[in-house]
């Protein structure tokens, strides 16, 4: 009833609803300082192989009294708070030193293993996200390639010149950026030309549109135009909620390049994804 992207509550006896978006936005500092935010990392995988080739970061918020809320639950009232801020540095140093321990360790093979950090809209106009940011991989000895930043669709489509500018100037640096949830935004297409993305990642929606056996002709067909549209700009394709071996295999057939979601692997502890390797 409450849509998708959901996190099921640890705890039953407490009814999701009942708890307040004010009594949340009231913790949320405190929930900072005490640690209660954690990270869960799902696999992204090469569709050519199905190897692993990095992981994206997913925050999760251990509440005492409440169990374990999604993003979907704070991060907008961290955006409205400005909270998002420090919150969204803290996701970043804790998933660039994660993505370091699994290099250090060899884990992903001859290729090293990339970690994807979602960005919000309030980040991007913060002044330091671009000293910051290269302060934490040099900080931590990550090369900036194995970093990609995930930024949506419609926060992109938004930003002007100046907002751009700070994603820019990591692009050169050589951080990856992800359009996030392509094709829920209403992009002017030619309007990519301009972005600076290296990466675009198909929403979820288009996933499930191939759900159906045979698939829509006209949903392939979609598919197909953006993924050739994203090579002919030399994006690379990741697709998001492939649920199903059909998906997987329809999508590699379309031409995506890597690929995320439960068929391969739910989003789990940083202890989890060598085994998923
Ligand atoms: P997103 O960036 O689109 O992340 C993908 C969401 O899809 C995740 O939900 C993931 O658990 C879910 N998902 C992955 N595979 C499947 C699948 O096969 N089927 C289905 N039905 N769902 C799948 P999650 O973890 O609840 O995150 C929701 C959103 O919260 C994210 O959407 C992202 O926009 C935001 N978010 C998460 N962590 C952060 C963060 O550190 N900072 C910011 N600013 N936003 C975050
Ligand atoms: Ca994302
Ligand atoms: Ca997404
Ligand atoms: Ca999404």
Redesign the pocket.
């Known amino acids: 009833a409450e849509g998708?992207?959901?996190?099921a509550l640890a705890d039953p006896d407490s009814d999701a609803r009942a708890i307040s978006r004010h009594h949340l936005t009231h913790h949320l500092p405190a929930a900072l300082k005490g640690c209660e935010f954690f990270?869960?990392y799902?696999p992204l995988v090469k569709m050519e192989d199905g190897s692993i080739e990095g992981a994206?970061?997913?925050?999760?918020w251990s509440h005492p009294r409440h169990g374990v809320l999604?993003?979907?639950r704070f991060?907008p009232l961290a955006?409205h708070t400005g909270l998002?801020v420090p919150?969204?540095r803290w996701?970043l140093e804790e998933a660039v030193r994660q993505a370091c321990q699994w290099q250090v360790r060899g884990i992903g093979g001859a290729r090293p293993l990339k970690i994807n950090?979602?960005?919000?809209p309030r980040?991007l106009h913060h002044p330091e996200l671009v000293t910051d940011t290269i302060a934490v991989l040099e900080e931590a000895g990550l090369e900036p390639s194995s970093l990609c930043l995930?930024v949506?669709e419609t926060a992109m489509i938004k930003a002007d010149e100046n907002e751009l500018r700070p994603l820019r100037e990591l692009a050169e640096y050589g951080v990856g950026i992800a359009l996030?949830?392509f094709g829920t935004g209403y992009s002017n297409l030619a309007n990519l030309r301009r972005l600076p993305a290296d990466t675009l990642?198909l929403?979820?929606s288009f996933?499930q549109g191939l759900q159906r056996d045979p698939a829509d002709p006209v949903d392939l067909k979609i598919v197909e135009g953006i993924v050739s549209l994203a090579h002919t700009l030399q994006l690379s394709v990741t697709v998001?909620?492939?649920?199903t071996s059909a998906q997987a295999e329809q999508l590699r057939e379309l031409g995506c390049d890597s690929a995320?979601?439960?068929?391969y692997a739910?989003?789990g502890p940083p202890e989890r994804l060598p085994e998923a390797v």
């Open positions: 998708g992207n959901r996190y990270i869960e799902q994206e970061a997913l925050v999760r999604g993003p979907d991060i955006e998002i919150l969204g996701v950090v979602n960005l919000s980040q995930e949506t996030d949830d990642k929403d979820r996933t998001e909620g492939v649920e995320q979601g439960w068929f739910r989003p």
